[in-house]
């Protein structure tokens, strides 16, 4: 199945599913959900088809700036990165409780929250979580399809 389908139904169901909350809580819910599930594809990026998944979540153009590794331009950099650094190394866990959720007229949602990164062992398993940094994502908006356009990860340091 082609991935933006994908995301017209998730956040399709998402609202539907929270057609009689705040318009913040529905937002929130939606956000939450698009992070779910790009990162269960970027933390299986090894496996065949989930990097593809992962670049899905992204625009063409997305700019994502990481304190320790820089600045990459497009979702192609972007993606070249993460199967060299990321995919079989490491897989990226969200903070319970730390994601927040802000409304940008117009276009879309900022979304801030903490993440902790887990190594993998030999087989597979993970070894405990041994770093955080934060996050910033941009949220674009068009008709029922969201994309990121604009990505921050700092702060990188031990748990």
Known sequence: MNPIPRLLLAASLI????AHASPE???????????SAAFAAFNDCSASGKLD???SYFAPEVEFY?????????????????????????????????????PIKDYGALARGVHQ???FKAG??????????EFTIL?????????????????HGPD
């Open 15 to 18: 609202a539907a599913n929270a």
């Open 25 to 35: 809580a529905e937002l929130t819910a939606t956000i939450a959900a698009l992070d």
């Open 53 to 55: 998944e992962y670049a």
């Open 66 to 102: 990481h304190d320790l590794g820089g600045v990459t331009w497009t979702r192609d950099a972007m993606i070249s990165q993460t199967r060299q650094n990321v995919c079989g190394k490491f897989q990226r866990e969200l903070v319970p409780g730390t994601l927040k959720v802000w």
């Open 117 to 119: 990164f887990c190594h």
């Open 124 to 133: 597979g398993a993970t070894h405990p979580c041994e770093g955080r940094a």
């Open 139 to 155: 949220w674009h908006q068009q008709g029922n399809a969201w994309a990121i356009t604009r990505a921050f990860s700092y702060g």
